[in-house]
Every structure is written in C-alpha cells, then in structure tokens.
C-alpha cells in the first residue's frame, strides 16, 4: 500500500521554526520528485517547494529564503525546514509524489496533511 505520512506540524509564534517530515512507503520513493504544498482556510491548494530525485530544490517566491526542503532516500523521507514562519504560513501541508519535475506535472500520490499554526 503506498503510503504519505507527513509529520511535525503544529503551533508555533511568529519568527520560529518547525520542520515537517513526510515518510513514504509502498513505492520507490527515490525515483521520485518530492513536493510539498500547503492549503490556508478559504484558499487553494499551493505549491511551494520540490525536490528532484537527483537533488535539484525548487521553492515558491511565498517561501524562498526561509523554507528548505531535503530528502534522505535512506529513510524514504522528505523533510521541510521551515523559519522564519509568518501568520500568513498557517495552513495543512501536504507532501507528493510525481514522477515528473517541473512545470505542469502530475502528482502519482498525496499524503494526508499536517496542520501547522503561527500564531502569538
């Protein structure tokens, strides 16, 4: 069964930092591009880093410079590094999974969502 965990959300205030995990299972998660979006109340569903199965990163202008993402193929896990948060970072975030990189790509697995708060 293929599987998406993501993991590590929570409350956090302004200015600090959390780091989300999302551990696949079920497939090859090495040959795939990893990614990571998140969804605010009343908005859709927003693409805001990648990265390749060979490493390349790609960050939405909402989060460059103070998210990174990183993969450990070890481990089947994808993580984001996320600083700096602001109140308008509060959303779910989602990771999946496309055997694509780039622009119009199809996503082959979604995992459910964590929930992360930045609030004072």
């Known amino acids: 069964e293929v599987q998406l965990q993501a993991s590590g959300g929570g409350l956090v205030q302004p200015g600090g930092s959390l780091r989300l995990s999302c551990a696949a299972s079920?497939?090859?998660?090495?040959?795939?591009?990893m990614n990571w979006f998140r969804q605010a109340p009343g908005k859709g569903r927003e693409w805001i880093s990648g990265i390749s199965s060979g490493g390349t990163t790609a960050y939405a202008d909402s989060v460059k410079g103070r998210f990174t993402i990183s993969r450990d193929n070890a481990k089947n896990t994808v993580y984001l590094q996320m600083n700096n948060l602001k109140p308008e970072d509060t959303a779910v975030y989602y990771c999946a999974a496309s055997l694509g990189w780039g622009i119009n790509v199809e996503y082959d697995y979604w995992g459910r969502g964590t929930q992360v708060t930045v609030s004072s």
């Open positions: 079920g497939f090859t998660a090495s040959m795939y591009a």
